[in-house]
Each structure stands twice: as structure tokens, then as C-alpha cells.
């Protein structure tokens, strides 16, 4: 499995400030994503990353609000822009690896971030 | 509308015990189902997964059972072990890498 490193790890931010979060991965992946969980919420997909085309986006989520960059096979950036209390979440970056059993995501540690 | 639920959220089990976390899920189109653990600090760690057209799939201490007629499926682990301690996760997707996932259930192994 891929290892995955993200920065900062935890990051305490004043409302309307941004935060940009790093992704590094270890080896080429084609896709990577970027998730959030809400406290004692689930994990939610915000984006697929795309390398040499603009992220793709799930509903709720928009460019202006989390814009990613992908400048190559092995990392990304998401950024957390005008922030709010609203915004404290965990981030995780993630990517898809091979098993034995099949293709399953892996994630890196995650960002901790509060905003208040 | 939550399509994968984890109506538990927190267990506690004896040490060398089974323990048994439940998923529901409620879109038939799901086809792989996954079980994650997550540590403290730490991202998810990939644990097992299913495909759909099976009802079990074994690794070692865990085991995985989908009863697709009830759209549920559950994670046994015997013995349960103190470093088994941690929040569980599942989540199912339709063939694409968009995962859905549950709330997570905090799995508590007593010595």
C-alpha cells in the first residue's frame, strides 16, 4: 500500500483565514481524493483530484470554497478558504492502491483543523 | 439521507471474545463493501472488504458476512484483542471510487 504523509497535521485558524493542506504520496497514483469528517459525522468525499485537469467536485462542495491543486502524479493541495466554526473538520487525503482482494482506497493520517 | 448506517456507536467487548459491528445499508446498487479501522491521530486503515456476489469473506481474525436480501452486512472478529480497540468504519460504493460511509462505531476491547 501506498504511504501518504499530510501537512500540517493539526492547525488552529481564525474565521475568514485560508488554509492550504499538503498530500504527499510515495509513489505515482492516478487518482487521489480528498474527504472530510465532521465531528461524529461520517467521512465525506469534497473532490476527486486530477492530475492535468481541474478536480471534480460532489455536490455541497465548490472551486471557491476548497480549491485543489494537482501538479503532478504524487501530490495535491486543498485549500480551505474563508473559513468558519463550520469548517472544523478532519481532512484526509486519500488514494487508490491493489490488494489481493481488489482496489480499495488508502489514506494518509489526516488534518486537523479548528477554526474559531 | 444516509445510505450506510452504523446504528451502534460505541461497543464494548471481553478480551478473547467475538465482536460483531453492524452495518445497514439502504442503495441495492451498492456492490463492495469495506471495513476501515481508525486510531487516534491516525487516517483509516483499509481492514477487509466484499464483493456483493459473495455472503463472506474471511482474513485471519476478521470476517465479513453480507446478507444482501437485508441489506446488512457485519464484521466479526474473534478473538477480540486489546489492540483491536479503535472506531470502525463501513462503507460501500456502486463500482466507482465514490465511497459512502457510516458513522463509525467505537469498538472498546476490555482486558
Known amino acids: 500500500s501506498a504511504v501518504i504523509s499530510q501537512k500540517p497535521s493539526r492547525d488552529i485558524c481564525q474565521r475568514g483565514t485560508s488554509l492550504t493542506i499538503q498530500c504527499q504520496v510515495d509513489?505515482?497514483?492516478?487518482?487521489m481524493f480528498w474527504y472530510r469528517q465532521q465531528p461524529g459525522q461520517s467521512l465525506t468525499l469534497i473532490a476527486t483530484?486530477?492530475?492535468?485537469?481541474?478536480?471534480?467536485?460532489e455536490s455541497g462542495f465548490v472551486i471557491d470554497k476548497f480549491p485543489i491543486s494537482r501538479p503532478n502524479l504524487t501530490f495535491s493541495t486543498l485549500t480551505v478558504s474563508n473559513m468558519s466554526p463550520e469548517d472544523s473538520s478532519i481532512y484526509l487525503c486519500?488514494?487508490?492502491?491493489?490488494?489481493?482482494?481488489?482496489?480499495?482506497?488508502?489514506f494518509g493520517p489526516g488534518t486537523r483543523l479548528t477554526v474559531t | 439521507d444516509q445510505q450506510v448506517k452504523q446504528n451502534s456507536p460505541s461497543l464494548s467487548v471481553q478480551e478473547g471474545r467475538i465482536s460483531i459491528l453492524n452495518c445497514d445499508y439502504t442503495?441495492?446498487?451498492?456492490?463492495?463493501f469495506l471495513w476501515y479501522k481508525k486510531y487516534p491521530a491516525e487516517g483509516p486503515t483499509f481492514l477487509i472488504s466484499?464483493?456483493?456476489?459473495?455472503d463472506k469473506n474471511e482474513d485471519g481474525r476478521f470476517t465479513v458476512f453480507l446478507n444482501k436480501s437485508a441489506k446488512h452486512l457485519s464484521l466479526h472478529i474473534v478473538p477480540s484483542q486489546p489492540g483491536d480497540s479503535a472506531v470502525y468504519f463501513c462503507?460501500?460504493?456502486?463500482?466507482?471510487?465514490?465511497?459512502?460511509f457510516g458513522t463509525g462505531t467505537r469498538l472498546k476491547v476490555l482486558a
Open positions: 486519500s488514494v487508490v492502491g491493489r490488494t489481493s482482494g481488489g482496489s480499495e482506497q488508502y
Open positions: 509513489s505515482q497514483v492516478t487518482m
Open positions: 483530484a486530477n492530475q492535468g485537469s481541474e478536480a471534480t467536485y
Open positions: 442503495n441495492s446498487m451498492f456492490d463492495y
Open positions: 466484499i464483493s456483493s456476489i459473495k
Open positions: 462503507a460501500a460504493h456502486t463500482g466507482t471510487y465514490k465511497y459512502i
